[in-house]
Structures are given as C-alpha cells and as structure tokens.
C-alpha cells in the first residue's frame, strides 16, 4: 500500500467497513456485464491500486458527519472508474509496460482491446453516476473529464519542450487534480454540504501536490510499481526538469540520460520539488480548517502531509 494511505495502516482501518461496500459495488458494476476480459480489468483494477479518491470521498463525509448513502458509495466507485480508465489509455499512449508492479493491461490483451477496455470502464462509471439520479453532478464530471482531455492533448503537444512552472501546475490541475474536485464537489451536492468551495479548494490542492508527488517519485526510481525515468524517456518534463531547466543554459544540448545525470544528485532541485508539494499539500490542509477536530480529520491533515513527508 502506498505510504500515502497507510500512516501504520490507521487510515484504512479507521474506514474500513466503508470500503468494503466500496469495493463490493466496484465489483459488482463491472460483473453485471460479464464478457472475456471483466477478470482482467477487475485485476487491474484492484491490483495495488491507492483507491485515494474513493478514500477521500469517505473520510470527508465522515469527518463532516455525514452517513454514506448507497449514492455515495456509486459516486466512489465512479470515481475510482474513471480514474483507472485514464491509466489505460494512458499506458496505451505511453506503450508502458508495467502498471502496479504487473505487467499493463495493453502488454496483456493489445492496445485494441486495452482501448475498448477502457471505453467500457468509462460508461460503467456513467451508469453508476446515472443511478445517483443527479443531473448536477454529471455537469461536473463532464467538465472534469473534458478538462483531464485537455491537459492530457496539451501534454502531448508540448512533449520535449520545458513548460514554464505555472504551466506545469495548470496541466496538473487539468490531468489529475479536476477528478479529485468533481468528486468532492459531487459528494457536497449529494449530501448539500453548505462549504462546497472551501471542499473544491481541498481537492484541487491536494490533486495539484499528489500528481507533484508522482512526477517526483519517477525521477527519483523508488517507485517500483510502475517504469521510473518514464517521464523523461517520453519527453514530459516535470518539476524536477522544469527546475533544472532554470539552472542549465545549454538544457536543450542535453541527451536524456545527461539530464538523468544532473537530477540524480541535485539536492538543491529536490528540496524545490518537496517544498513546491508542500506548498499545494499545506492549501490543502488549510481549506479543511473549518471542519471541526475528529479522527477523520486528522487522518485528512495526514494523508496531506504524507505527500511531502513520506519519500
């Protein structure tokens, strides 16, 4: 389990009774339409996977003392649904060979299946959205969905090219920290909880600093679980790059494994990387201040700092 979640395994015990309905339903969404490859996508789907987004769906509710109707719960596993059908398509563009320390589903079944697979998982996650009977919440992710596009053809367009910082943190807005909002932005309409914005300032704070993380976990090989250095091979240049461009004149001289050299031992770059997910993990905390004190808020603030904390 990635030590985002674990916290000693506080986090996942504290909500443990909800997940279980979660991955129940997760289950059973993509089992109500059996066809020869529902095992491969179910393994996929809940082979190592962080489940951050259903996790924070339950703990803000919890920490707001909201119970968990069985639409939030569809809401959850939506998300979660999403969430893995960008990861295959993703890998299908990246022709990755390794998704949570197993080979991809596209090394698996080919990128024909593996785009269809993804497809499928994407109207599954509409259906479940269409059993919350809320037209609302479908405006949301529509917008979530057409902006994650955005960011990812915007990534594509500038592949081998160093973006400025406030670029980088707009595509990780777009890629990553809009599905977070529309989650919770959803769970405020489904429960009409009164502080929507203050949820949607957490949300895309907290995606802005988790897909940081990810960018810097990749440069640095300690993740195991999926290609490390990956980003750069691909030509997408992150933080760590986008800092190391700042201090390089000749940058663009560079092959990859030269810049794979220069990072390796930047201290001064790695510090900038941590203190710029800090930054995004701090608003995050900051916009839950309103929330009174209770264990669910606490594992919030801790998940947040984990993102800058656990290495």
Same mark, same amino acid.
């Given at each position: 389990?990635?030590?985002?979640?674990?916290?000693?395994?506080?986090?996942?015990?504290?909500?443990?009774?909800?997940?279980?309905?979660?991955?129940?339903?997760?289950?059973?969404?993509?089992?109500?339409?059996?066809?020869?490859?529902?095992?491969?996508?179910?393994?996929?789907?809940?082979?190592?996977?962080?489940?951050?987004?259903?996790?924070?769906?339950?703990?803000?509710?919890?920490?707001?003392?909201?119970?968990?109707?069985?639409?939030?719960?569809?809401?959850?596993?939506?998300?979660?649904?999403?969430?893995?059908?960008?990861?295959?398509?993703?890998?299908?563009?990246?022709?990755?060979?390794?998704?949570?320390?197993?080979?991809?589903?596209?090394?698996?079944?080919?990128?024909?299946?593996?785009?269809?697979?993804?497809?499928?998982?994407?109207?599954?996650?509409?259906?479940?959205?269409?059993?919350?009977?809320?037209?609302?919440?479908?405006?949301?992710?529509?917008?979530?969905?057409?902006?994650?596009? $955005?960011?990812? !053809?915007?990534? /594509?367009?500038?592949?081998?090219?160093? *973006?400025? @910082?406030? &670029?980088?943190?707009? #595509?990780?807005?777009?890629?990553?920290?809009?599905?977070?909002?529309?989650?919770?932005?959803?769970?405020?309409?489904?429960?009409?909880?009164?502080?929507?914005?203050?949820?949607?300032?957490?949300?895309?704070?907290?995606?802005?600093?988790?897909?940081?993380?990810?960018?810097?976990?990749?440069?640095?090989?300690?993740?195991?679980?999926?290609?490390?250095?990956?980003?750069?091979?691909?030509?997408?240049?992150?933080?760590?790059?986008?800092?190391?461009?700042?201090?390089?004149?000749?940058?663009?001289?560079?092959?990859?494994?030269?810049?794979?050299?220069?990072?390796?031992?930047?201290?001064?770059?790695?510090?900038?990387?941590?203190?710029?997910?800090?930054?995004?993990?701090?608003?995050?905390?900051?916009? $839950?201040?309103? !929330?009174?004190? /209770?264990?669910?808020?606490?594992?919030? *603030?801790? @998940?947040? &700092?984990?993102?800058? #904390?656990?290495?």
């Amino acid at each position: 389990m990635d030590t985002i979640l674990d916290n000693k395994g506080k986090t996942l015990k504290l909500i443990e009774k909800e997940l279980k309905r979660f991955e129940e339903k997760l289950s059973s969404a993509i089992n109500k339409y059996p066809m020869q490859v529902s095992n491969k996508i179910i393994d996929f789907i809940f082979s190592k996977s962080k489940k951050i987004r259903p996790a924070l769906i339950i703990l803000i509710a919890k920490a707001l003392e909201y119970d968990l109707p069985d639409c939030v719960i569809k809401l959850a596993v939506s998300s979660e649904l999403i969430h893995n059908a960008t990861l295959i398509h993703d890998d299908i563009i990246d022709n990755a060979q390794i998704r949570r320390g197993k080979t991809s589903l596209n090394v698996e079944i080919g990128n024909n299946l593996s785009v269809l697979s993804g497809d499928f998982i994407l109207a599954i996650a509409m259906r479940n959205l269409a059993e919350c009977e809320n037209y609302l919440i479908f405006n949301v992710f529509s917008e979530a969905l057409t902006k994650m596009c $955005i960011g990812e !053809i915007d990534q /594509n367009f500038n592949i081998n090219k160093v *973006i400025s @910082i406030n &670029e980088y943190i707009e #595509k990780s807005q777009y890629k990553t920290a809009e599905l977070f909002s529309a989650s919770l932005e959803s769970l405020c309409i489904l429960l009409d909880i009164k502080e929507k914005d203050r949820i949607k300032d957490f949300a895309i704070n907290f995606g802005i600093a988790f897909q940081i993380r990810d960018d810097y976990i990749n440069i640095k090989k300690t993740d195991k679980l999926k290609p490390c250095l990956s980003d750069i091979y691909n030509g997408i240049y992150t933080a760590p790059v986008i800092f190391l461009f700042e201090e390089k004149d000749n940058f663009y001289d560079l092959t990859k494994e030269e810049i794979i050299k220069n990072l390796e031992n930047n201290k001064k770059i790695h510090e900038k990387t941590l203190l710029l997910i800090e930054k995004y993990a701090k608003k995050a905390i900051a916009s $839950i201040s309103f !929330i009174k004190d /209770n264990q669910y808020k606490y594992e919030l *603030i801790k @998940i947040c &700092e984990n993102l800058y #904390k656990a290495d």
